[in-house]
Antibody
Framework: QVQLVQSGAEVKKPGASVKVSCKASGYTFTNYALHWVRQAPGQRLEWMGWINAGDGNTKYSQKFQGRVTISRDTSASTAYMELSSLRSEDTAVYYC????????????WGQGTLVTVSS | DIVMTQSPDSLAVSLGERAAINCKSSQSVLYSSKNKNYLAWYQQKPGQPPKLLIYWASTRESGVPDRFSGSGSGTDFTLTISSLQAEDVAVYYCHQYYSTPPTFGQGTKVEVK
């Protein structure tokens, strides 16, 4: 079955960067896209960007442009999301989710990674 | 950005009764040439990631019970649970993937009365 397993919780100081991984299994990694969505406490889900796991093309939300980098390692069937210049407002649960190309519904989700930004 | 607005924010329904959640988009999410509404619904239980229930506004994801149904077109959509079960207690989100960035509703919390 399709599984997306994310890396563990992180605590970072303001101004630092965080890199979250998402390891896929149960399907052909390069046939799908991976999206990153975050959920801050009490807030709605917020889309950050996506990567076509096949060709590596990416698209980012304007809100995060310049601060977020999504990449993938096809040999490891793993996608990564790196967010820089962290501020307290970036405290959230970060999810990876599988998409069938672009545009797409998100049919499988990782378990989430809590990133806490605190001095 | 397309703004997704759900109503109500929360509702309490008796077991076995019908629950309906509305979602309104600030602009149409109907791709006319394909006759598809780029609208999905998700269920999220506490401490869990969202789970896809419905896509293309009315297509049920594999394995989702048939008591869940989606309807609507253009800017107005509804998720209906025909007979609420205890395991349906959750927060439900609509999601438009018509334009970048994809956006989500604020969520509707469904509880048992």
């Amino acid at each position: 079955q399709v599984q997306l397993v994310q890396s563990g919780a992180e605590v970072k100081k303001p101004g630092a960067s965080v890199k979250v991984s998402c390891k896929a299994s149960g399907y052909t990694f390069t046939n799908y896209a991976l999206h990153w969505v975050r959920q801050a406490p009490g807030q709605r889900l917020e889309w950050m960007g996506w990567i076509n796991a096949g060709d590596g093309n990416t698209k980012y939300s304007q809100k995060f442009q310049g601060r977020v980098t999504i990449s993938r390692d096809t040999s490891a069937s793993t996608a990564y999301m790196e967010l820089s210049s962290l501020r307290s407002e970036d405290t959230a649960v970060y999810y990876c989710a599988r998409g069938i190309g672009w545009p797409s519904q998100l049919d499988s989700w990782g378990q989430g990674t809590l990133v806490t930004v605190s001095s | 950005d397309i703004v997704m607005t759900q109503s109500p924010d929360s509702l309490a329904v008796s077991l076995g009764e019908r629950a309906a959640i509305n979602c309104k988009s600030s602009q149409s999410v109907l791709y006319s040439s394909k006759n598809k509404n780029y609208l999905a619904w998700y269920q999220q239980k506490p401490g869990q990631p969202p789970k896809l229930l419905i896509y293309w506004a009315s297509t049920r994801e594999s394995g989702v019970p048939d008591r869940f149904s989606g309807s609507g077109s253009g800017t107005d959509f509804t998720l209906t649970i025909s007979s609420l079960q205890a395991e349906d207690v959750a927060v439900y989100y609509c999601h438009q993937y018509y334009s970048t960035p994809p956006t989500f509703g604020q969520g509707t919390k469904v509880e048992v009365k």
